[in-house]
């Protein structure tokens, strides 16, 4: 039901910093929470941050302290500021829900922090 569009990925170089956006066709906090995920290339797609309906955040631990997931309810969008960006943080990045994902993701947002 609800369509997700995931944008502001691109090349950055490593201690830089992103803010990604995840924009709703409906209410995102219909959901639990939404999760930002990540896959790079030969890896399992893992888990950034989420963010509660209430608030309350989840963190992947090699981001703790460096990331921040939040949301605008009004703009029916959740947002990643991703600071002291490194090189293995280079992937795509997509959106969905937490916990529990749908089996239909979008087509992401390319990061890539590299000299």
């Known amino acids: 039901q609800v369509q997700l569009v995931e944008s502001g990925g691109g090349l950055v170089q490593p201690g830089g910093s992103l803010r990604l956006s995840c924009a709703a066709s409906g209410s995102i906090f219909s959901f639990n929470g939404v999760g930002w995920y990540r896959q790079a290339p030969g890896k399992q797609r893992e888990l950034v941050a989420a963010i509660m309906s209430g608030g309350g955040t989840n963190y992947g631990d090699s981001v703790k302290g460096r990331f921040t997931i939040s949301r605008d309810s009004a703009k029916n969008t959740v947002y990643l500021q991703m600071n002291s960006l490194k090189p293995e943080d280079t992937a795509v990045y997509y959106c969905?829900?937490?916990?529990?994902?749908?089996?239909?993701w979008g087509q992401g947002t390319q990061v890539t922090v590299s000299s």
């Open positions: 969905n829900r937490w916990p529990g994902p749908r089996t239909s």
